[in-house]
T-cell receptor
Framework: GAVVSQHPSRVICKSGTSVKIECRSLDFQATTMFWYRQFPKQSLMLMATSNEGSKATYEQGVEKDKFLINHASLTLSTLTVTSAHPEDSSFYIC????????????FGPGTRLTVL | AQSVAQPEDQVNVAEGNPLTVKCTYSVSGNPYLFWYVQYPNRGLQFLLKYITGDNLVKGSYGFEAEFNKSQTSFHLKKPSALVSDSALYFCAVRDDAGNNRKLIWGLGTSLAVNP
């Protein structure tokens, strides 16, 4: 399957700072990327869907000004958590897929964000 | 509305025994069904999918799943469980109505294989 990398794998920051998480498709041109958030022992919560070159579509309840998503190229998408607070601490996972409802998604290894 | 149900939060099975992780779904169109596995503090790995054709789908690590249209189920199975299979398993569905429709996820089932 496709290889997706995420950086950093783990980040600890102070409350009020911004954190950028990168998601790279290493061997695949992803037309669509997804950003998920996962709480301990819980399922995935889709935050937003982004298509290369266009604005991300955010799920209901997700603040677009809080979680900035940029999908500037077919191989790179970034999620910036702005003015992070302790409640933003979570496991963030990116995912990509090619066009076609029958295609599976490939996931990055995730980023553990801890806001102090 | 589209939905996925994984009725068991946790499944415990002895090593060497067969395992089943249950999944039922509801979609408006034809379903595309997926199973993923997540090891601790890791992203998800694709196991297998059903798109069309043979109802029994074989995937990675010896796993298989059977699509049952009348029961709207897609249970994950393995004939002989390994301790290393212990992980969190997610079932997901997407209908065939659009190219970039999002996956609908089950809540996950934690599988514990005991030595």
């Amino acid at each position: 399957g496709a290889v997706v990398s995420q950086h950093p794998s783990r980040v600890i920051c102070k409350s009020g700072t911004s954190v950028k998480i990168e998601c790279r498709s290493l061997d695949f041109q992803a037309t669509t990327m997804f950003w998920y958030r996962q709480f301990p022992k819980q399922s995935l919560m889709l935050m937003a869907t982004s298509n290369e070159g266009s604005k991300a579509t955010y799920e209901q309840g997700v603040e677009k000004d809080k979680f900035l998503i940029n999908h500037a190229s077919l191989t790179l998408s970034t999620l910036t958590v702005t003015s992070a607070h302790p409640e933003d601490s979570s496991f963030y996972i990116c995912s990509e897929k090619a066009t076609g409802a029958y295609n599976e998604q490939f996931f990055g290894p995730g980023t553990r964000l801890t806001v102090l | 509305a589209q939905s996925v149900a994984q009725p068991e939060d946790q499944v415990n099975v002895a090593e060497g025994n067969p395992l089943t992780v249950k999944c039922t779904y509801s979609v408006s169109g034809n379903p595309y069904l997926f199973w993923y596995v997540q090891y601790p503090n890791r992203g998800l790995q694709f196991l297998l999918k059903y798109i069309t054709g043979d109802n029994l789908v074989k995937g990675s690590y010896g796993f298989e799943a059977e699509f049952n249209k009348s029961q709207t189920s897609f249970h994950l199975k393995k004939p002989s469980a390994l301790v290393s299979d212990s992980a969190l398993y997610f079932c997901a569905v997407r209908d065939d109505a659009g190219n970039n429709r999002k996956l609908i996820w089950g809540l996950g089932t934690s599988l514990a294989v005991n030595p």
